[in-house]
């Protein structure tokens, strides 16, 4: 059974791939100011940690604030001791004149005298009892004070004996860098001699300059190497075109009164696109005939039908390098006419090179868009990545993986066999049963490496990977 989709038209959307990396479902990655922003949060809460010596100078701070309130303490007894003096005496006084009043009336206000002089005891009586209280309190609160002294004097020991070991180590460690350095620099002036010291300086100097003109010149030199290029491709296009032409010529030669009714145009190498066209205007229209594409070896003594190549249009396959590609024409009247390509169709250059630099990374990565999935045509042709590895494929959009598949039998994977001036860049994968793709690259050299790739990677894992009904040579 054809699988859906392999002789389809391809109609691609160029653009899709001049937008690189605007693929809106890709995660955005955290930018430099939010890195910066949560270094900096990070470093300002490793300095509100508060180090040896803040707590130090909190202590200190609060020791000297422990000793004010003592002094003042101190001040505050001396004043209250020098009142309680002054009340003592005034209440002596007090009581002197109210005996010596006593002795003066009689009656009633002798009474009342006598009254007060029992409430001005009783005050003394309580007086003397504050005093006592107050007395008890100074004596607590000195003891609180010498605790206090001696807890303050016991800290203030462990953070100068904390404080001496840490200034220790420091001076420890400086002194081991010190050494360490020194020993650095006199295995340096030990390892190198004077001459070889400007030996070696003077071989820095030369590194330094060819750098230099390395950076000057060498833009340049790339830019005249592919001018060059550019210049040696358009040649052997020419040339390619005119040997392709002196054949046709020769062949219609060959033929004389049978002459054809059309003719195969196109460049006979990898990465083509084969197309028929009629010889004459008296020729059938190329919409009313049938077609079917072979592919036959180099010696003409193998033929090989090319399932879903039935299409006036042909893109040739990496299966078909080195092979001769005929296609059967059936004309509206029942007529068959038979058409074959000049000589084997080449491959294109370095791409051989190519596909075993990518083989020895063990695989890349392919910028592709979907034009068909399952024989559908897809809308919108979003850009995608087509990874190929050693042992499966993947197909991913940003970083959602579609499809990610080990080779496998049931694996298909060949060029596009229908029509279209797009059908060179064009790939047909078969990814398992009922689900298929139509892929479109960048170029024809994408392409074709992403199908020779795949297929040597299938090979070392013992499967043949090829299009429906092929039947892959040995080796390849």
Known sequence: MMPLGVEADIKLVPSVFLALGSDEEDQPSPSKREILAKEAADLVAQQKRLSVRDLASKFERGQEAAHAAAAKLAEDEKLQSALMLERQELITKLRHVLDALGGRVAGRNRDDVEESVTLVEAL?????????????????????????????????????EARSVAQAEIEKAKASVLRVEALITEQQRRSYSDSERAELEAMRREVQEARRIKMLHEPSKVMDMDYKLQAIQQQFDVKSAEVLQLRKELDIAKHGANARVYRVDGTECLGSLLSLSPVDEQAPDLSFCKFQWHRISADGGKKELISGAVKSQYAPDPFDAGRILRVDITLPGGAKEFLST???????????????????????EFNVVIVQQNGEYVEKQALHALEIGRLRMKLRKGL????????????????????????????????????????????????????????????????????????????T
Do not use: H
């Not at 009904?469 to 080796?475: C, M």
């Open 124 to 160: 003394g009586i309580q007086l003397v009892q504050r005093e006592i209280e107050m007395s008890q309190e100074k004596i607590e609160l000195r003891k609180m004070a010498t605790l206090f002294k001696q807890a303050s004097g016991e800290a203030k020991r462990m953070v100068e």
């Open 400 to 475: 959602t993986t579609k499809i990610k598949e080990k080779y496998a039998a049931g694996m298909q994977l060949c060029g596009a066999r229908g029509g279209g001036q797009a059908a060179p860049l064009a790939m047909f994968w078969l990814v398992k049963r009922g689900l298929t793709y139509m892929l479109g690259f960048e170029s024809e050299r994408e392409r074709n490496a992403a199908i020779m790739l795949a297929r040597r990677f299938a090979f070392d894992c013992n499967v043949m990977l090829a299009g429906p009904d092929d039947r892959s040579p040995i080796g």
């Open 342 to 364: 000049t000589g084997p169709v080449d491959p294109a250059p370095g791409l051989g090179n190519y596909v075993e630099a990518l083989a020895k990374k063990g695989g890349t």
